[in-house]
């Protein structure tokens, strides 16, 4: 059905596209879930103590780099394939 | 669902963490053992009590001063940890602090009794609990069996009908009997609320345990000590609190061996304040455990509320020793230094 219809570079170039979606995509709602706990505690530290503010902002952007990882391996996906 | 309640836990926490990092240390009781009571209260409004001790230090000064910035410092702080918390964590935090209800009704009706002016009553009370300040105060001005006849409907309502018939120390002690029941018989189905009731009944037990010895120490007979039982307790059930309480000072200390309170105390002379102390050591200490084992409940919060109180009994004690010249081992051993 596919063959009929695509070629098989398109095809390629379409998974290579969702793929690199999801790897944006899931890594970011882990980052999400992950900075939701270290979010509200820099919130809470930040509101007792102004100086936490440096400090809570850094902790709070660590499961950031996860995202990061996800932009990587989209730009491999889509430099490659796309 | 489950980030959302974490989260909610992560905020209080870190704020009560925060508030924790200023309480005094050792070391500043240490420095504040050396000081006169004018430089006690000099020191205080470099600290958080600050804003309490400008708000009456022009109406008051000595030690009444001291117990009334206290009292409200400690009743604010309370407030604040309650405002600032949501969720599963504010329903217990609220319940634990329903405590303050009792201890406010009693200072009311005990000073009703005495005769004492309404603005004293006033001052000591920490409006922390359910009844807010307006509605204490209106209850300052009313007569015992109105106050009374007001609480009915709440918990403590059977307990204060025995006003009258009974002592008061016997009606204080059920109203902490019905606050406590209340609480160890709460539907446990959260691992959050499970941990808050064992934090209750490991209270219970140490509140038994000194009341056990403490009545030991004073002669009390076993009938009266096992109606100041207080049901509920962690390791040390109601029966067991029964056989100790039959037995001597002596017996006793032997056979705490095994509880998880005695393991931090280990052993203990007759002299009152030791007990109240060590107990209270080991209280905290195994408070801090369970507090750094489960960092994300209502533990650390718990842990912090205790630890403020400990703080504001401890510089009670020291203004009122330094005040009326007591030697500073004496008031040392009074007080809870970690």
Known sequence: ?82 | MISRTKAAYAYIVARTKVMKSRLLKAEDFRKLLNMSFDEIIRFLEETEYRKEIDEVGYKYSGPRLLDYALASNLARTYRKILQVSFGEAKDLIREYLKRWDIWNIINIIRGKNAGVQPEIIEETLVPAGEFGEEYLKSLIVKEVEEIVKEMEGTAYYEALSKIGSAPMNVVEDEMYKAYYRRIVEMPAREFETKLFVNFIKMEIDIRNIKTILRLKIEGSSTEEILERIIPGGYELTEDEARKLAAMSFEEITKSLEGYWFWREVESITEELSEVEVNFDKAWISAIAKRASNYPLSVLPVLQYMVLKKVEVDNLRILGWGKYYGLPNEEIEKQMVIL
């Open chain 1, 1 to 82: 059905m596919v063959d009929a219809l695509i070629s098989d570079e398109a095809f390629i170039k379409g998974c290579a596209a969702v793929g690199a979606g999801l790897a944006v995509g899931l890594a970011g709602i882990g980052a999400g879930a992950g900075e939701s706990g270290i979010g509200a505690a820099a919130v809470g530290a930040i509101a007792e103590d102004r100086g936490f503010l440096g400090l809570g902002l850094l902790f709070t952007v660590i499961p950031e780099t996860i995202v990061i990882f996800g932009l990587v391996i989209s730009f491999i996906l889509m430099f490659a394939y796309g």
